[in-house]
């Protein structure tokens, strides 16, 4: 299984790479810096994509809304995200992503999240 994972903070990035290695040992994660590096893959190699909310130039809306219509990806694409007062969750889902993971990641959400699209 292929994950991407875009976020402009690299500590988050780390963070979340880290995790998803020592919960899923047999999992490729790339990590990308922005929306931008993101639209220039080859996205069908990508078994599910992670991506943050709030981003510079491209936010997290924005990205999803160019995977699924543009770029006709069909497969999960997760919000991770600090946005996590009430109604967020819901907000995402309703937009159409997949899933939702908050920040602080939980390694236990986040496994539960995976888990689900395996």
């Known amino acids: ?14 963070v979340l790479e880290e995790m998803l290695e ?4 047999d999992i490729s994660v790339e990590v990308y810096a ?7 893959l080859q996205l069908d190699k990508y078994d599910m ?3 943050d909310i709030n981003m510079p130039k491209i936010d997290g809306l924005a990205l999803f809304t ?11 694409i997760i ?3 600090a946005l996590a007062v ?7 889902l309703m937009h159409g992503f997949d ?8 390694m236990d959400e986040l496994q539960s999240v995976i888990e689900k699209y395996i």
């Open 49 to 51: 994509i992670l991506s």
């Open 79 to 81: 919000a991770v995200t």
């Open 34 to 40: 922005s929306a931008d590096e993101v639209l220039k």
């Open 66 to 76: 160019m995977l699924r219509e543009e770029y006709h990806y069909t497969k999960p």
């Open 1 to 14: 299984m292929n994950i991407l994972f875009v976020d402009d903070n690299e500590l988050n990035r780390m």
């Open 99 to 106: 899933d939702f993971v908050s920040k602080p990641i939980n």
């Open 22 to 25: 020592i919960i899923f040992p």
């Open 86 to 92: 009430t109604g967020d969750r819901e907000r995402m």
